[in-house]
């Protein structure tokens, strides 16, 4: 699990508000999730990373996407270079649906050796999986993204190759 504290996250969120203004400027309905742990997970329920949300939030986005009128036909990825290569990676993946011009903002935070297993796995299908969810309930919203290395360094990509 990476912790979803300190400078770099405080700032990735403070991006992350911004560009929603943004979308709501442009006339957008826009859900910014603050996830409180995001950890990667490889089992046979699922694989990707878990983005542990608060009970209301995750009950906002299950409300539009499983329930509601939302469809999400594509996604922006923000990622945030490290400052030092301390192996901790942030990066913004924003939900969209164009038709109902909707967004649901996920924030991510991972450690690169955490992840590693979970990012090999995801270049070679070329499907990196999000899930929301709680600790409140058993089910989870998936994102799907098809190329993983929007989240990553192409130095990491390159390290992991040899």
Not at 45 to 56: E, H, N, P, Q, Y
Not at 83 to 103: K, W, Y
Not at 144 to 160: K, T
């Amino acid at each position: 699990m990476t912790s979803t504290t300190g400078p770099r996250w405080t700032t990735l969120l403070e991006d992350a508000a911004a560009i929603a203004d943004e979308y709501r400027d442009s006339g957008w309905d826009v859900v910014v999730l603050e996830p409180e742990a995001v950890t990667p997970v490889e089992d046979e329920a699922r694989t990707g990373f878990d983005v542990r949300v608060s009970t209301a939030e995750y009950d906002l986005v299950a409300d539009l996407i499983d329930d509601g009128p939302v469809t999400v036909t594509a996604a922006d990825v923000y990622y945030r270079p490290p400052d030092a290569d301390d192996g901790r990676r942030v990066a913004l993946a924003v939900e969209r649906d164009e038709e109902t011009e909707t967004a649901v903002f996920v924030p991510l935070a991972y450690d690169l050796e955490e992840s590693r297993s979970l990012f090999e796995t995801a270049l070679l299908d070329e499907e990196l999986l999000v899930h929301v969810l709680t600790d409140e309930t058993d089910g989870w919203v998936s994102f799907s993204h098809d190329d993983p290395s929007l989240f990553l360094e192409e130095s990491d990509i390159r390290r992991w190759d040899r």
